[in-house]
Structure formats: C-alpha cells, structure tokens
C-alpha cells in the first residue's frame, strides 16, 4: 500500500463518529472480487451490497463515495459518488449502482464519476501502478438533500460532505495492478 493512512481515508476532515460499514460481497482489507471490477478485466461494474449502522440522531440523509487514492492523479479516482439516500435507508442492495437501478432509493442523486458516467464503475488500475485501495465510505448527512446540481462532480459533494457529516464509515478492499494488466 502507499502512505495515506489506509485506516483513516478522512483523517485530515474533521473527526467524526464512526458508521459501521458492512458488505456481503467485500471484506474490508480483502481484494475486490472480479464481478465488481471493469469489464475490461473480467469485470461487470457490478456495485457490491453494502450495509451500514450506527447512526447519530439528527441523520437526514446519506451520501456514498467510492475512490481510489493510489491512482496515478495526484488526487485519486472517484469511482461511485451517491447523495441524498433517504434516512430510512440502511443498506444498497448489489447492482444499485448501474445506471437507473431499481433498487437505488428514490430521490438518491447519482453524480458523473471521474468518467462522466452516472453510475459505479469497477475497478482497473493501471499497469504498473501497484497495489490499488478502493474505499467505500458512507456518510451521514444532517441534512435531507444537499442542494447540489446533478451535473457536478464528485469534489464538489465531498466540499459539501465536509460541512455537512454527522459521522462516517469506510470499507476498503484493494486490487494489485500486476494480477489484472
């Protein structure tokens, strides 16, 4: 792994309470399975099952990201941005994350991702780029809806995640360039 803290992807935010952040599909410190990486390695860009708990009173809403800090940018890759999940909503079923799911609960706000596509794209590091963390982070928002557009990126809700978090949780699986390129 690289340097950032692989334990703490927002220890540079302000603390917040910890969610715990569950899947049935992932193991946290564990590699991505192939379903859920890029087509263009075995893949589907199947988003996995993911479940959370624990919290704070005043959560109005939740937001999911999903990136990866070892890509070769300089500031990551966002692979899944979801905002305005309805309180009552604890977990996202596998597959919620293709374009118009079914099972993505009204009012969610999918953004573009680093590709422009609304929707959860798989993993596929690039070659030579070594071992790669994706991070599945769950926020608890103290609001219903964070009034941004649609067509924004995912830099732009997490701005608005850092004002806004009540508490937060991650799942972080990882896939090792070397085995897939």
């Known amino acids: 792994m690289n340097d950032l803290n692989p334990d703490d992807p927002y220890a540079a935010w302000t603390p917040a309470p910890a969610l715990a952040v569950t899947s049935a599909d992932l193991e946290h410190g564990g590699e991505v399975p192939v379903p859920f990486r890029d087509p263009e390695i075995g893949g589907t860009h199947l988003s996995p099952q993911l479940a959370w708990a624990g919290a704070p009173e005043g959560t109005k809403s939740y937001a999911i990201t999903c990136y990866d800090p070892d890509a070769p940018t300089g500031i990551g890759f966002m692979h899944w941005a979801v905002a305005n999940i309805p309180a009552e909503v604890t977990s996202l079923a596998q597959g919620a ?85």
Request: proline residues 11%; aromatic residues 8%; without cysteine.
């Open 97 to 181: 994350g293709a374009e118009g799911a079914d099972s993505m609960p009204g009012g969610a706000l999918t953004l573009p991702n680093d590709v422009r596509m609304r929707q959860f794209v798989g993993p596929n590091p690039p070659p030579g780029t070594g071992r790669h963390r994706y991070v599945f982070i769950v926020h608890a928002v103290d609001v219903p809806v964070l009034e941004i557009p649609e067509d924004l990126t995912p830099t732009v809700l997490g701005f608005n995640l850092h004002f806004h978090t009540l508490a937060r949780g991650h799942l972080t699986a990882w896939v090792d360039s070397a085995e897939v390129n």
